[in-house]
């Protein structure tokens, strides 16, 4: 039976995509060529101008923080309702409880102190990846002139402007755009990991932590060894330099990557066959912030191991 399933599904599914490539010529008059900058895009407001990756930031910040005041409300109130859970605070709670217990398994009983970091990193990223799937991101804004390069005809629909096709001399500046197409987002989660990592580091082996980066006993005492050791704290400290950079580029590079294959798709083939991209970047959003929470929890669990142990 399940397999029976499969089949129809890859067949709905393959059919879709011919049906799409077939009607999809028709439809390409009507859709504007994407424009694409990796720089976000900013516009007044009031005396300053702001990003758009700003305004996403803050969009993913309100949904989260809407969705667990929401789920929590009666816990705060101290209502009797809180101790059979529903709703939303059914779903607030199996989140927690899921991600809290695939924590510990990692951390252990460190996992504790470090749940409400690990767990928010996790939220806020997936948030701010699955957002940009919703109608508006990169598709309502400004329309602003062109200076000096290719743009687009307009057409006025009532009170609203609407690109064309056409050549002209405006473009779109959008007023929304995934926080984390913008580099500066992933650098600045990839900063407070490490440095969050290097904190929890010192609360658990004290300021002898720090020997594992600058070992001054093993080179003046250890002998051959102790200059051995000496060295490799150097590329210990490199490699949590590195780690920004890995850490920054890896998000950014998949979540744009992503923005960029959809408004392509969306622009070749209008009809059907984005919805496959659409399934396709709601995987990749989870696994972003998956392997963000994962790879900070491992790192975390490094640093708190008792590095005096081994010497």
Not at 18 to 37: A, D, E, T
Not at 153 to 182: C, K
């Amino acid at each position: 039976m399940k397999r029976a399933v499969t089949v129809v599904a890859v067949i709905v599914l393959i059919g879709l995509c011919v049906f799409s490539c077939v009607i999809g010529p028709l439809g390409r008059k009507w859709v504007v060529r994407p424009h694409i900058q990796m720089a976000a895009e900013t516009f007044p407001v009031g005396p300053v101008r702001v990003s758009n990756t700003l305004l996403g930031l803050l969009l993913a910040d309100l949904v989260l923080i809407g969705l667990f005041l929401a789920g929590t409300r009666h816990i705060r109130a101290g209502r009797p309702e809180a101790m059979v859970p529903r709703g939303l605070q059914n779903l607030v709670e199996a989140i927690y409880e899921f991600l809290a217990n695939f924590l510990r398994g990692i951390l252990g009983e460190r996992a504790e102190k470090m749940l409400p970091l690990l767990i928010t990193f996790f939220l806020f990223i997936l948030v701010a990846n699955w957002i940009e799937l919703f109608p508006g991101f990169d598709t309502v804004g400004l329309i602003e002139h062109v200076h000096g390069g290719e743009g687009h005809a307009v057409r006025q629909v009532g009170p609203f402007l609407f690109l064309t096709h056409e050549e002209g001399e405006y473009t779109l500046v959008p007023f929304l755009r995934a926080a984390n197409t913008d580099l500066n987002v992933p650098l600045a989660l990839a900063l407070i990991s490490v440095f969050m990592t290097q904190v929890y580091g010192v609360q658990a082996l004290g300021w002898g932590y720090f020997s594992r980066f600058i070992n001054i006993k093993a080179l003046t005492s250890g002998g051959l060894m102790g200059v051995m050791n000496f060295l490799v704290g150097l590329l210990e400290t490199l490699s949590e330099f590195t780690k920004i950079i890995s850490f920054g580029f890896r998000l950014f590079g998949n979540i744009f990557a992503g923005m960029v294959l959809l408004l392509v798709i969306s622009s070749l083939v209008p009809f059907v066959a984005p919805v496959v991209f659409y399934i396709l970047e709601l995987f990749v959003g989870a696994v972003q912030a998956l392997v963000f929470m994962m790879l900070t929890a491992a790192f975390t669990a490094v640093a708190t191991a008792g590095h005096g142990e081994h010497h």
